[in-house]
């Protein structure tokens, strides 16, 4: 009897092994060629008060002391932590679990007496339970105090324009 050795085709486990490693291949070049376009999503997230201040954003001139806001100026602190925002765009209203949260603030007057201006209350489970809410609302800071050695707004109010997550159209928060 003679040995014949046959050539040999793939067999199917090999074909398909051969199709997996050049799929990871090509999807994995993709993910690493828009690696560029997924290191600014977390910068261009929103922040709380306190990170808006402490990095100024990618497209912005960085912040100098001529543009900082005077001592004088009250702000507010993020859930009583750290040195005070002036004009904050966020303020975390509920800072045991950050389930209430006040956004997209434009601040039609603020100074050292107090401020006001207008935002949207975001609400996580907002009625009993729900999928998370927004509200329009009117916001006016008030109460400065000296908060570790620094003049801070210790109160905001909040009114509801429309809608309310919790049948008041009228609601007062401490931040400091």
């Not at 486990?13 to 051969?18: C, D, E, K, V, Y």
């Not at 750290?82 to 956004?103: D, H, M, Q, Y």
């Not at 434009?106 to 809410?133: M, N």
Request: hydrophobic share 40%; glycine share 10%; charged share 20%.
């Amino acid at each position: 009897m003679a040995d014949r050795v046959a050539p040999r085709r793939p067999g199917m486990r090999t074909a398909l092994a051969i199709f997996a490693a050049v799929t990871v291949l090509a999807l994995g070049g993709v993910w690493f060629s828009q690696a560029e376009d997924r290191s600014g999503t977390v910068a261009d997230a929103p922040k709380t008060a306190a990170a808006q201040k402490a990095h100024p954003a990618r497209d912005t001139p960085e912040a100098t002391p001529e543009t900082l806001a005077p001592r004088e100026m009250p702000g507010v602190r993020e859930c009583g932590v750290g040195r005070p925002v002036v004009e904050p765009k966020i303020i975390t209203l509920n800072c045991s679990n950050a389930g209430v949260v006040a956004s997209d603030i434009k601040w039609d007057s603020f100074s050292a007496d107090g401020a006001d201006g207008s935002g949207v209350v975001l609400v996580s489970g907002a009625a009993g339970g729900g999928s998370p809410a927004s509200f329009p609302a009117r916001l006016r800071l008030y109460d400065v105090t000296k908060v570790d050695g620094m003049m801070a707004f210790t109160g905001i109010e909040v009114s509801y324009t429309g809608a309310t997550p919790h049948a008041k159209a009228k609601e007062v928060y401490t931040i400091a």
